[in-house]
């Protein structure tokens, strides 16, 4: 008996011993997805290997199962952000005019493509984004363009894409959003507390439970991500030969699901679909599109909100950035003399620059990445001027860096997206993109985004500073 007590004795010692040190080495036992070892697994091993032996759509497949079933890194915070040293949040403010319900928990979210369907969405939450934007969602579903259909660029960090909105259709994009809502809702309100399981009724419940709580009392998890923005992008099937109502079904199936939706009239790979971005079908389309929206009955849309009108749901439209000068005039006219949210500049272009060296360039489709980053960001400074700043603006094209960010928010944006460098760099890029912007704005003097939002343009940035002052001060008077 002493010697089993013994030998029981050691043996505790040692794993004691053994996970001490691999807790002190790698922080994987508390810090988890987290970890600093799990994201360079991930960047530095699993995502060169995907790209190597899988052609881009069967690689994407793969990490939509890995975000789905909870294996995929998590936000490695930054101590800027977790000392409070910089607030990287963005909540755009206009005084009588537009919509002020954007929430941004953070300003870098993740373009719609990536998860057509909303089939990982807190996974995709998970890894730091802000905000999350699913779809191209079509009313009925529709395969899209035969495969290949997806090339990386790897000598320019871009990619051609000719996906033509595959889909699984609205019915199916609903089911997964109720069940990320339910699920969403069960996790900020637990229904069930392990206290408060019967060892009688469920032992095997109450065993879990028990070892659960040994397990956190020595490697506690990380605190739980919060949740960001959803947006739900909608587009038209590719046989349709309505318009207008094509959006206005996303708007009235999903718009209570969403935090934000956005009318996508700018994907190159659906034929005649850029045609609406001319002004009276935009006109016809944006004006039908808020006539939806404001439609839709009084709901609780976020988790933990109070019942919102249709018209508190801030409606965006996606441009391409291949519209000249004068088309963009008009578009910005049109967003103002509609009262759209806000727009998404851009999606992928039609254009091939003469730097490209990949043997892809050749293939038909969307460029987006790297090679449409400068391109993206004028047209984000014109549009931005073109409204005075008086709409959201969500930046999109090439952000790969905390310094990409940083210029799309200096040229107008209120926050920006990426897609194409989570390829190329992983899914750890978001964390460190969050990182470097900190960095910057901290090395700037700047503790917000809004020190930074529309710096490019001294005049306008300065009035809408005073705007916001105003109300600040105007709101503490009420107080």
């Known amino acids: ?85 910089v607030n990287l949040e963005s909540k755009p403010f206009f005084e009588n005019n537009g919509n002020n319900n954007f929430a941004f928990t953070n300003c870098i979210g993740l373009a719609a493509g990536f998860d057509k369907d909303g089939v990982a969405i807190k996974g995709l939450m998970e890894l730091g984004f802000g905000f999350v934007e699913i779809g191209s969602v079509t009313p009925k579903p529709q395969p899209g363009n035969p495969k290949p259909r997806m090339f990386r660029l790897l000598e320019d960090g871009g990619i051609i894409n000719r996906y033509g909105f595959n889909s699984c259709g609205i019915e199916a994009v609903l089911e997964n959003l109720k069940s990320f809502r339910s699920e969403q809702e069960n996790l900020l309100n637990p229904r069930d507390s392990d206290d408060n399981i019967n060892i009688m009724k469920d032992p095997m419940k109450y065993v879990n439970a028990t070892v659960n709580k040994i397990r956190v009392a020595f490697f506690p998890s990380p605190s739980p991500q919060v949740s960001g923005m959803l947006g739900v992008n909608l587009g038209k099937n590719k046989a349709s030969l309505h318009e207008t109502s094509d959006y206005e079904e996303g708007i009235k199936k999903l718009g209570p699901y969403a935090d934000y939706l956005v009318v996508n009239i700018s994907s190159p790979n659906t034929p005649g679909l850029r045609d609406l971005q001319k ?130 928010l200096k040229a107008g944006a209120s926050a920006v997206q990426i897609y194409s460098r989570m390829v190329y760099e992983g899914p750890g890029v978001v964390s460190k993109i969050r990182k470097e912007l900190s960095e910057l704005m901290v090395q700037n003097g700047q503790k917000s985004v809004d020190d930074v939002i529309g710096l490019d343009h001294e005049k306008i940035f300065w009035d809408k500073r005073q705007i916001r002052v105003r109300a600040l001060l105007s709101k503490e008077n009420l107080s």
Not at 363 to 387: A, N, V
């Open 1 to 85: 008996m002493r010697q089993i007590r013994n030998t029981t004795g050691k043996v505790i010692v040692s794993g004691i011993v053994v996970a001490g040190t691999f807790e002190i080495t790698t922080r994987l036992p508390s810090e988890g997805r987290a970890s600093e070892i799990y994201h360079s697994l991930s960047d530095n091993v699993a995502t060169p290997l995907m790209r190597k032996i899988l052609n881009p759509e069967d690689a994407h497949d793969l990490a939509i199962y890995i975000l789905r079933n909870n294996v995929a890194p998590t936000h490695r915070p930054n101590p800027l952000e977790t000392t409070t040293s």
């Open 279 to 408: 002004i009276e079908p935009l006109r016809r389309l944006l004006k039908a599109a808020v006539r939806e929206r404001d439609a839709l009955a009084p709901h609780k849309y976020r988790v933990n909100s109070n019942m919102r009108e249709g018209k508190d749901i801030p409606l965006l439209v996606k441009i391409a950035p291949d519209v000249t000068d004068d088309e963009m005039k008009d578009i910005a006219a049109v967003i103002t003399e509609c009262k759209i949210d806000g727009v998404i500049v851009s999606n992928t272009s039609i254009s091939r620059p003469d730097t490209l060296r990949s043997e892809n360039v050749c293939e038909g489709g969307g460029l987006s990445g790297l090679p449409i980053r400068d391109m993206s960001t004028e047209c984000i400074r014109k549009m931005y001027k073109l409204t005075s700043g008086n709409v959201v603006i969500i930046g999109v094209g090439g952000v790969g860096s905390g310094h990409d960010a940083y210029e799309k």
